[in-house]
């Protein structure tokens, strides 16, 4: 892991450069305003510890990129401060599964995207 940029709020870090997702290292509610890599980002929703979130604008189809290793692309435009999940990011390698209301797991389909 790299050393942590001194201009990155100590709640979070980025762990390679060239990454544009930060991680979580405490729960951070919605509405917190950060400075990750010089760049000052408010979450539009509460990131959880351990969960990722952009830090600058990633287009839709843009690689989300995590310790310097692409790990999905964006399904839509995705805001700095946006919280990433199922939601807005598929698997370049895997079908991405969600959870429905009946507790089962289906595969998302990209037209529902």
Not at 45 to 66: P, Q
Request: hydrophobic content about 35%; cysteine-free.
């Amino acid at each position: 892991m790299s050393k942590q940029p001194n201009d990155t709020d100590p709640r979070v870090m980025v762990l390679a450069p060239g990454d544009n997702v930060a991680i979580a290292k405490t729960e951070i509610a919605e509405g917190t305003t950060l400075e990750v890599i010089g760049q000052r980002v408010t979450l539009k929703s509460k990131v959880d510890i351990g969960h990722k979130f952009a830090f600058k604008l990633i287009r839709k189809g843009e690689r989300i990129v995590k310790y310097r290793a692409p790990i999905g692309s964006a399904t839509r435009d995705i805001a700095p401060g946006e919280y990433l999940h199922t939601h807005n990011v598929t698997s370049n390698y895997l079908p991405t599964y969600t959870l429905e209301e009946g507790k089962q797991f289906v595969k998302i389909k990209e037209a529902e995207r």
